[in-house]
């Protein structure tokens, strides 16, 4: 059989009949109960049996495909005749809009349909009406003349029951971890992380943006923060907080004095006497080139800490002063001729603690004699043996420091040369007075 369209519905044909569509004759309205030959009026004849009427196909009351009731009235129309075996239609254009309808006529519909009030099949909505057999966990789906069970999104049909799929076992819809539920399953992310707005991608969260817990320094990484502390500062065991580290107690070699911790810092001081360079090194001030009490008859010696006033002239009788700290005792004095014939004073510190041995101070002649021998002593002030006098030279010697000294303390050495005639006729002897001041403190 081969389809045939016409106004309002179908018919079926067998493939050999010839169709004659006629537009000529004007359209005319029929009656409801003939809209079916307004639409398709057609005789069959076959020139081998004899006519056989289009009534015979509709007795059954329904036209098929068509979905319209048929009578006999309703295939009255004009015969044509053709050859053997070859059918053959005639078709006038029928209105479309045009429903038929009589309800004193019942129609035969397929399973799944019903007839509706205008006497036409209609797909029957199972799922709405409820005479579906879906279970409970299934999903009923309404088909054209039936239905179909499904399981609902997120389950599977295993057998007849619909179970839940495991979306985490699938490839990986989440970025670092899925969790299956019921149905469905959502990401989570790892600490540090949280869910960009498609709820699948993790992006790292800056901790140090959204809720710095650092004390100090916070440092955002991939997945996490770390907090680090300012120079003078170590984190606690909390990770987060920070605390001042004790740098004088780390070292006793940050300062040349004193070490004093400040918050994130330390700073060093230096005894009376001195100013602290660079930080940490002690400086001895010189009190005579700023500020010192001496009165104008003295003269001012700075040393290692601190500074003393010693006379401008430091000469006893019967010595007179003839030069700066020179003191000679004149010949024409009776007196002098058992005394040094001169008494030279001179001033030195040295640091406390200083290693030993070593050579602090030379002596040297002043005054070559032709013919003369000099000897060097320590005519006093070395009563506990700290230094001992070296001879370099006929006319110098070394001053070595052989015990070790701690101050503040002043020792005064006499150093006498002595010198004599190498044939005896000529003595005399001069001494050098020196004053030795040593500092409190090793710097």
Not at 316 to 334: F, G, H, I, K
Not at 341 to 354: A, F, G, H, L, N
Not at 424 to 441: A, N
């Given at each position: 059989?081969?389809?045939?369209?016409?106004?309002?519905?179908?018919?079926?044909?067998?493939?050999?009949?010839?169709?004659?569509?006629?537009?000529?004759?004007p359209?005319?309205?029929?009656?409801?109960?003939?809209?079916?030959?307004?639409?398709?009026?057609?005789?069959?004849?076959?020139?081998?049996?004899?006519?056989?009427?289009?009534?015979?196909?509709?007795?059954?009351?329904?036209?098929?495909?068509?979905g319209?009731?048929?009578?006999?009235?309703?295939?009255?129309?004009?015969?044509?005749?053709?050859?053997?075996?070859?059918?053959?239609?005639?078709?006038?254009?029928?209105?479309?809009?045009?429903?038929?309808?009589?309800?004193?006529?019942?129609?035969?519909?397929?399973?799944?349909?019903?007839?509706?009030?205008?006497?036409?099949?209609?797909?029957i909505d199972?799922?709405?009406?409820?005479?579906?057999?879906?279970?409970?966990?299934?999903?009923?789906?309404?088909?054209?003349?039936?239905?179909?069970?499904?399981?609902?999104?997120?389950?599977?049909?295993?057998?007849?029951?619909?179970?839940?799929?495991?979306?985490?076992?699938?490839?990986?819809?989440c970025?670092?971890?899925?969790?299956?539920?019921?149905?469905?399953?959502?990401?989570?992310?790892?600490?540090?992380?949280?869910?960009?707005?498609n709820?699948?991608?993790?992006?790292?969260?800056?901790?140090?943006?959204?809720?710095?817990?650092?004390?100090?320094?916070?440092?955002?990484?991939?997945?996490?923060?770390?907090?680090?502390?300012?120079?003078?500062?170590?984190?606690?065991?909390?990770?987060?907080?920070?605390?001042?580290?004790?740098?004088?107690?780390?070292?006793?070699?940050?300062?040349?004095?004193?070490?004093?911790?400040?918050?994130?810092?330390?700073?060093?001081?230096?005894?009376?006497?001195?100013?602290?360079?660079?930080?940490?090194?002690?400086?001895?001030?010189?009190?005579c080139?700023?500020?010192?009490?001496?009165?104008?008859?003295?003269?001012?010696?700075?040393?290692?800490?601190?500074?003393?006033?010693?006379?401008?002239?430091?000469?006893?009788?019967?010595?007179?002063?003839?030069?700066?700290?020179?003191?000679?005792?004149p010949?024409?004095?009776?007196?002098?001729?058992?005394?040094?014939?001169?008494?030279?004073?001179?001033?030195?510190?040295?640091?406390?603690?200083?290693?030993?041995?070593?050579?602090?101070?030379?002596?040297?002649?002043?005054?070559?004699?032709?013919?003369?021998?000099?000897?060097?002593?320590?005519?006093?002030?070395?009563?506990?043996?700290e230094?001992?006098?070296r001879?370099?030279?006929?006319?110098?010697?070394?001053?070595v420091?052989?015990?070790?000294?701690?101050?503040?303390?002043?020792?005064?050495?006499?150093?006498?040369?002595?010198?004599?005639?190498?044939?005896?006729?000529?003595?005399?002897?001069?001494?050098?007075?020196?004053?030795?001041?040593?500092?409190?403190?090793?710097?």
């Amino acid at each position: 059989m081969k389809c045939v369209n016409h106004y309002g519905g179908y018919l079926c044909l067998p493939k050999t009949a010839q169709i004659i569509v006629n537009n000529e004759q004007p359209q005319q309205e029929t009656p409801a109960a003939e809209t079916v030959g307004a639409a398709a009026n057609a005789v069959a004849t076959s020139g081998a049996a004899g006519g056989v009427g289009a009534s015979g196909m509709a007795s059954s009351g329904v036209v098929p495909g068509t979905g319209y009731v048929a009578s006999a009235a309703a295939v009255a129309g004009p015969e044509v005749q053709t050859g053997r075996n070859n059918f053959v239609i005639r078709r006038n254009p029928a209105d479309p809009q045009r429903i038929p309808s009589n309800p004193s006529h019942r129609i035969q519909c397929a399973t799944g349909y019903e007839q509706s009030e205008h006497n036409i099949c209609q797909d029957i909505d199972e799922c709405t009406a409820g005479t579906h057999n879906c279970r409970a966990d299934q999903v009923c789906i309404n088909l054209r003349g039936s239905f179909a069970c499904q399981c609902p999104p997120g389950y599977q049909k295993r057998g007849e029951q619909c179970v839940d799929i495991d979306e985490c076992t699938m490839p990986p819809y989440c970025h670092q971890r899925c969790v299956n539920t019921p149905g469905s399953f959502y990401c989570q992310c790892s600490p540090g992380f949280q869910l960009a707005a498609n709820n699948y991608t993790c992006v790292d969260i800056n901790e140090c943006d959204a809720s710095n817990q650092c004390a100090q320094q916070c440092y955002n990484i991939l997945g996490s923060f770390i907090c680090q502390c300012n120079q003078g500062y170590e984190l606690s065991s909390d990770r987060l907080n920070c605390e001042d580290i004790d740098e004088c107690r780390t070292s006793s070699y940050l300062c040349q004095y004193q070490c004093v911790n400040e918050p994130g810092k330390f700073s060093c001081m230096c005894p009376q006497g001195y100013q602290v360079v660079r930080g940490r090194t002690c400086q001895d001030i010189n009190e005579c080139e700023t500020t010192n009490e001496c009165r104008e008859d003295e003269m001012c010696w700075n040393y290692h800490g601190g500074f003393r006033c010693y006379p401008r002239n430091p000469c006893q009788d019967p010595y007179v002063l003839t030069s700066e700290n020179r003191c000679v005792c004149p010949v024409s004095n009776a007196v002098c001729r058992e005394l040094p014939q001169s008494i030279v004073y001179k001033y030195m510190s040295i640091r406390s603690d200083r290693s030993v041995p070593s050579d602090i101070f030379q002596i040297q002649a002043t005054t070559i004699y032709a013919n003369t021998i000099n000897t060097f002593q320590i005519k006093a002030g070395n009563e506990n043996g700290e230094f001992y006098l070296r001879q370099t030279s006929p006319v110098s010697a070394m001053l070595v420091l052989v015990k070790s000294l701690s101050g503040p303390r002043e020792y005064i050495v006499d150093l006498e040369m002595l010198t004599v005639s190498s044939i005896g006729t000529f003595r005399t002897s001069s001494v050098l007075r020196l004053t030795i001041i040593v500092g409190p403190f090793s710097f």
